[in-house]
Structures are given as structure tokens and as C-alpha cells.
């Protein structure tokens, strides 16, 4: 998903951290057997913890090319490698998305695992299914 952003907006400290809101805009996505545009309108919430990590927490919505709109909830962490005490950072994440019944449903019942890097104007999410080789017996 090529996610465009807004101005971000300082909240200011919260009882768990320096809240910021990031404007979801718009964008485009495309992947697998879909493909469509990044609703405007949506937003990532996300806070500063004392420990230097982002609590990442966006939620918006994505139109498939069929006209189906579907509610992602992209979860995660960031640690910027610039104060990183490993020396190195990371941006991981946890979307889940809500499908309605029809053929994209399958996504109600798969699980995601994602990253997220700087582009101009915003933002790549790039989502990952876990699978398991073979599946369970």
C-alpha cells in the first residue's frame, strides 16, 4: 500500500506517551488478486512511549477496484536506530483486516504480518501473509 499522509499533528503528552496523529490521506495498493485506491480519511494515532518506542495504531480503509471497502487496523512498533540501544531500528506491524462476505473474505481469516518505510508524501506498507507449510494436521 502506497499511503499518502498529511501534516502530522502534535496531541502532546498522554498518560502513556507523547500522542501523534498522522492523516491518512489517500494512495493506492495493489497485491495478490487486488487491487485499489487508500480511502482519505483515516488516521494513525500513534504514541511515543518513555522507552523510546512507537506504539503504531492506524486504522482506515481501502476500496478494491470491485468497489468492495474493507477496514484495515495496522498495529505495531517502531524504534528509531538513531536512539536505538541495539544500535538498530526496526518497523514492524500487525494489520487485520474486515472484509465483507464475498471473495475477499478470506483475509477475515488469514493472518498478516507487515512493514512500513518513508516514501515521499508518506508512507509503504508492505503486508505479508504467515502461512504454514503444508497447514496443521
Not at 35 to 49: C, F
Not at 51 to 79: F, K, P, S
Amino acid at each position: 500500500l502506497a499511503v499518502t499522509l498529511g501534516p502530522h499533528e502534535v496531541i502532546g503528552p498522554c498518560h502513556d506517551g507523547e500522542r501523534l496523529n498522522y492523516p491518512i490521506t489517500g494512495g493506492r495498493f495493489a497485491g495478490r488478486d487486488l487491487r485499489g485506491e487508500v480511502i482519505g480519511s483515516g488516521a494513525d494515532i500513534s504514541y511515543l512511549r518513555r522507552d523510546g518506542v512507537a506504539v503504531i495504531d492506524a486504522l482506515y480503509r481501502i476500496r478494491v477496484d470491485d468497489g468492495t471497502i474493507i477496514v484495515v487496523h495496522n498495529t505495531g512498533l517502531y524504534e528509531d536506530p538513531a536512539t536505538s540501544p541495539r544500535g538498530r531500528g526496526y518497523l514492524v506491524t500487525r494489520p487485520v483486516f474486515t472484509a465483507p462476505d464475498g471473495p475477499h473474505d478470506w483475509l477475515n481469516r488469514s493472518f498478516f504480518v507487515g512493514t512500513v518505510d518513508d516514501m515521499e508524501g508518506g508512507v509503504l506498507v508492505s503486508v505479508y501473509e504467515v502461512t504454514m507449510p503444508g497447514g496443521l494436521a
